[in-house]
């Protein structure tokens, strides 16, 4: 078996266990071969909207669980940063499930002492901070595009044509539209300026990325739905986004688009 790699940190983000996008089986297979001495999960790991409407949990969601706690027990420490599909463990601020602290935010002092903002993004995105029901019926609606996706693909391997996400390239769209993904961007590398931080580090998305914004350090861990992605700190300091299905054999090409530092 290959060797794991070693890191400083890893972040992961949107990982949405609990629905039929989940890629539970890619994160597992990433956790394998990635191991750092602390993890951040960046929010949105467990879907308590889908899991509302309809329990769908596999045995690989409950691997993924059982990986985690099983990294706690081998001494790495773990944060948990809820996000707004996991907002209901945002009641058990400063508490620990298994070892996993669970915080609000928190502040990562990288190798090279430059501080980063941790949070999941959503306080930031004003349809899910003021219209709550247009964020659900997205929510609905990018879950059928997932659906229509898988077929979608079937069929193209079928005609010999590579892995091509629909779905994603819908969202995007409509983002790219209203300067979604730039607005958000630019509103958290401001949150960051006010905390008095180098940089920021999040999810929500679904796009990762690594840029700077001004004297802003933006990172965005991506997600594991589509893209699988994943943030890493190396053991200098160094940035890096991993995307484990473009540089996987087992994994289809990703979709996402993100830079290294």
């Known amino acids: ?28 297979d990433f956790l394998r071969y990635h191991e750092a001495d602390v993890i951040y999960l960046v929010g949105d ?7 509302k ?3 769908n949990w596999p045995q690989a969601h409950n691997d993924v669980v059982q990986k985690l706690l099983r990294q706690c027990r081998r001494g790495v420490r773990l944060f ?6 996991d907002e209901f463990l945002r009641d058990y601020y400063g508490t620990h499930f298994g070892g996993i602290e669970v915080a609000e935010q928190i502040v990562h002092v990288s190798a090279d002492r430059k501080r980063y903002l941790v949070t999941h993004g959503d306080r930031f995105d004003l349809i899910v901070k003021h219209a709550r029901w247009l964020a659900l019926l997205g929510d609905h609606a990018y879950a059928f595009a997932l659906g229509v996706n898988t077929t979608f693909n079937i069929i193209r391997r079928a005609f010999g044509l590579p892995y091509w996400s629909l779905s994603q390239w819908a969202k995007f769209k409509v983002k790219k539209a209203v300067n979604y993904i ?35 350090r933006y990172i965005n861990c991506g997600d594991w739905v589509e893209s699988c992605c994943a943030a890493v700190e190396h053991m200098d ?10 540089s996987h054999e087992l994994a289809e090409p990703a979709v996402a688009e993100a830079q290294a530092a």
């Not at 948990?80 to 599909?85: A, D, L, S």
């Not at 961007?185 to 690594?210: F, N, P, S, W, Y």
Request: contains cysteine; charged residues 25%; glycine residues 10%.
């Open 1 to 28: 078996m290959e060797t794991p790699r070693r890191f400083r940190a890893l972040f992961i983000s949107d990982v949405h266990l609990g629905t039929r996008g989940c890629q539970a089986e890619r994160l597992l």
């Open 45 to 51: 790991i467990i879907d308590g909207w889908q899991l």
């Open 53 to 55: 409407s309809g329990w």
């Open 80 to 85: 948990y940063i809820p996000g707004n599909h």
């Open 182 to 216: 730039g607005d958000f961007e630019k509103t958290l590398a401001l949150e960051a300026q006010r905390h008095k931080t180098d940089g920021v580090i999040c999810g929500h998305i679904h796009h990762a990325a690594i840029r700077d914004i001004d004297d802003i």
């Open 237 to 246: 300091g160094r940035f890096e986004i991993i995307n484990w299905a473009r």
